[in-house]
């Protein structure tokens, strides 16, 4: 008789803690849901992608920048006439 009673008591508070879950996470949502409207959501994602897309242009003037720099420094080794340089070009 234990083992039915406590499977019982198990299914019991399982379901009861499942259902009170349910409704608190269905209570968040809607707060969260009032706190935001649609202009502020789509003002957030465009100023995201300004960002994202501002954050990228950086990265690729600070690359173009770094390979003329190690371009330069290629080509006044060659120029150099260093061992292992080509300074005949």
């Known amino acids: 008789m234990k083992r039915p009673t406590w499977l ?3 299914v019991v508070l399982g379901a009861g803690g ?3 879950a349910e409704a608190r996470l269905r209570r968040e949502v809607r707060r969260t ?3 935001f409207d649609r202009a502020d959501v789509a003002g957030g994602v465009v100023r995201a992608a300004r960002e994202g897309s501002a954050k990228v242009r950086d990265a690729v ?3 173009r920048v770094a390979k003329a720099r ?3 420094e290629l080509w006044s080794t060659l120029d150099d006439g260093r061992p292992g340089g080509n300074a005949g070009r």
């Open 8 to 10: 019982a008591v198990g």
């Open 18 to 20: 499942a259902l009170w």
């Open 33 to 35: 849901v009032a706190r």
């Open 61 to 63: 003037d600070a690359g």
């Open 70 to 72: 190690r371009e330069a």
